[in-house]
T-cell receptor
Framework: GAGVSQSPSNKVTEKGKDVELRCDPI?????LYWYRQRLGQGLEFLIY????????KSGLPSDRFSAERTGESVSTLTIQRTQQEDSAVYLC??????????????FGPGTRLTVL | RKEVEQDPGPFNVPEGATVAFNCTYS??????FFWYRQDCRKEPKLLMS???SGNEDGRFTAQLNRASQYISLLIRDSKLSDSATYLC?????????????FGRGTSLIVHP
């Protein structure tokens, strides 16, 4: 079956431009997560959506970062006025949702963002 | 103190060796524990969940020690294909919001 998909796979942009990254979770997964992974570093949590609840935005590094999700489907992560330190792989993951047996995460292939 | 800590390695072992990784966590309210595997320039993929009673999947054995707040992963009879970064993931439930915390990973290199 279809896994988590992300687009674009690679994005090169100039400093100061806005970028929009897209994530399509696995159908039926109510939970969706965005992470950032800089080269050689661990995963850094950004934001979490669970069903129709208010998202947990506690990991967003600045107000230049925002994300939306339409119901339990597609999510977009927007970075405004990109900076060179935003260069990283942005990973999206989805899971069934609540419960200790339901929060195995399935990751998309990521979007590699390079800010020149 | 980091919430989830792992020895970054690398652990460099010959084929057939047994290798073990530990991961410590600081939040005593943690409820779910996982090991993920991440190959170079790829996304993480679930290796195995870690249950209170310990669990085994082929050559892989995971253990949880709640009293000492650590989990472990044992790999027996290492294969070249086991070379990867192994991520420890711990999830607490602060009021219903499952935010997983990832360790920075332990690098394993299995050589011929």
């Amino acid at each position: 079956g279809a896994g988590v998909s992300q687009s674009p796979s690679n994005k090169v942009t100039e400093k100061g431009k806005d970028v929009e990254l897209r994530c399509d979770p696995i159908s039926g997964h109510t939970a969706l997560y965005w992470y950032r992974q800089r080269l050689g570093q661990g995963l850094e949590f950004l934001i979490y959506f669970q069903g129709n609840s208010a998202p947990d935005k506690s990991g967003l590094p600045s107000d230049r970062f925002s994300a939306e999700r339409t119901g339990e489907s597609v999510s977009t992560l927007t970075i405004q006025r990109t900076q060179q330190e935003d260069s990283a792989v942005y990973l999206c993951a989805s899971s069934l949702g609540y419960g200790t047996i339901n929060n195995e995460q399935f990751f998309g292939p990521g979007t590699r963002l390079t800010v020149l | 103190r980091k919430e989830v800590e792992q020895d970054p390695g690398p652990f460099n072992v010959p084929e057939g060796a047994t290798v073990a990784f530990n991961c410590t966590y600081s939040n005593s309210a943690s409820q779910s524990f996982f090991w993920y595997r991440q190959d170079c320039r790829k996304e993480p993929k679930l290796l195995m969940s870690v249950y209170s009673s310990g669990n085994e999947d082929g050559r892989f054995t995971a253990q949880l020690n709640r009293a000492s707040q650590y989990i472990s992963l044992l790999i027996r009879d290492s294969k070249l294909s086991d070379s990867a970064t192994y991520l420890c993931v711990v999830t607490a439930d602060p009021g219903g919001s499952y935010i997983p915390t990832f360790g920075r990973g332990t690098s394993l290199i299995v050589h011929p």
